[in-house]
């Protein structure tokens, strides 16, 4: 059996019980390739994993009001949040075509302002600029997205977590975390129409820990550095 299948078979068992490491050594041996990458095709890496983040955050958001509503009383600790509730919500983001299939988000909530999002179960979602295939976001362990409520500006959005793209030939995998220095602007339009992460920096790690890092604009869209 070839070695990429040996490891997704291990992949299969470690997207139950969750090792950081593990998915890093999966990620370094079999993970995608970067070197073989367009400017274009980083381009779209780079967007869908930003704008998923987003869509991820901007449900987190519903679920709190939903919550809250229940509840106007209750001082919220921990809530789950099912996305199959959410599906509209692709139409939230500018540069990506994302459709959400379903999946299961822990969300914890440290102080008034500060919120961690994990997966209970992995966000699977389609995005055919990059996959003929199913992708899973993973959200656990040290993978999360950390989503700050600022009372004045901006508030701001980091993250780190683990892709699984289920495509036709070679699962691959990647890891896509922003950097601690400069987290991301969450915003959304009056109309709550559209919603972005806004001038922060990331970077996707692939096969032989290559890497490419990218920031976004005040819009969210992807820029990548003039060099690399």
């Given amino acids: ?7 997704a078979l291990a992949s299969f068992f470690l997207l139950g019980c969750g ?3 593990a998915e890093d050594a999966i990620v370094e041996t079999v993970g995608l390739n970067i ?20 869509l991820i955050v901007h449900i987190g958001g519903q679920c709190l009001d939903a919550e809250s509503n229940k509840n106007p009383s209750l001082t919220l600790t921990g809530f789950t949040c099912n996305i199959a509730d959410y599906k509209t919500s692709e139409s939230q983001t500018q540069f990506s075509s994302i459709s959400l299939i379903s999946g299961t988000l822990d969300i914890t909530r440290s102080s008034e302002t500060n919120f961690k999002i994990q997966t ?14 199913t992708l899973n976001y993973r959200l656990v362990e040290d993978n999360a997205i950390h989503f700050i409520i600022n009372e ?3 508030d701001s959005a980091s993250f780190r977590g683990f892709f699984r793209d289920d495509k036709t030939v070679d699962v691959t995998y990647w890891t896509a975390e922003s950097q601690g220095n400069t987290p991301f602007d969450y915003d959304e339009d009056t109309n709550s129409q559209h919603s972005w992460l806004a001038n922060g920096t990331a970077k996707i790690t692939g096969k032989d820990d290559k890497t490419f890092n990218w920031r976004t604009s005040a819009t969210g869209e992807v820029e990548l550095p003039l060099t690399e």
């Avoid at 059996?1 to 490891?7: E, F, P, R, V, Y």
Wanted: aromatic letters at 6%; proline letters at 0%.
């Fill in 152 to 154: 004045t500006g901006s």
């Fill in 19 to 21: 090792s950081n490491d």
């Fill in 120 to 133: 209970k179960d992995n966000v699977k979602f389609h995005a055919a600029s990059i996959s003929d295939g």
């Fill in 35 to 54: 070197d073989s990458l367009s400017s274009q095709q980083k381009q779209d890496y780079a967007q869908i994993s930003t704008d998923i983040n987003t």
């Fill in 1 to 7: 059996m070839k070695k990429w299948s040996l490891l």
